[in-house]
């Protein structure tokens, strides 16, 4: 059985494509993280995907740089017009005042944005069905300390 990751992590690799944080290369991409401290790399062979995010590596779920894979390499299809929102946002820093509670982070988020009267239904609808194509994907996790 597959472990699925918060749902919070898609917004997460939204944030990834806004930014342009993401070098993609054959079999392996590099993610800098929003706050740009950290540098991940993401391998990937056939259905089998690693990364060295706390996430895939501690928690055994695809973290956010390996969803940003899944949407950049189109394994995951998205709405491309929705991206543009979470462009900038500091994750980092929204998760540390949240106590890592990633709900509220994106609660806090999806609120600015509907102070600014973006649609915010049609963004919880395109993460929903993102969440359900993971859950659908065939992948396997491989926990690796170092790539």
């Known amino acids: 059985m597959k472990k699925m990751p918060p749902i919070a992590k898609i917004y997460e690799a939204f944030s990834v494509l806004a930014d342009g944080r993401i070098k993609l290369e054959e079999n392996k991409a590099t993610i800098t993280s929003s706050n740009d401290e950290k540098q991940y790399t993401v391998v990937w062979n056939?259905?089998?995907i690693t990364s060295n995010d706390n996430a895939t590596v501690w928690q055994g779920y695809p973290g956010y740089p390996v969803?940003?894979?899944?949407l950049m390499k189109n394994r995951?299809?998205?709405?491309?017009?929705?991206?543009?929102?979470?462009k900038?946002?500091?994750?980092?820093?929204?998760?540390?005042?949240?106590k890592r509670d990633y709900q509220k982070g994106i609660e806090d988020i999806l609120n600015a944005l509907r102070e600014d009267n973006i649609d915010t239904e049609k963004i919880e609808e395109e993460v929903n069905r993102i969440y359900f194509a993971i859950e659908n994907l065939d992948f396997k996790i491989v926990r690796k300390i170092n790539n």
């Open 67 to 70: 969803i940003a894979v899944w």
């Open 46 to 48: 056939e259905n089998e």
């Open 76 to 86: 995951i299809s998205y709405q491309k017009d929705i991206i543009k929102y979470f």
């Open 88 to 98: 900038n946002i500091n994750w980092h820093e929204i998760n540390k005042q949240n």
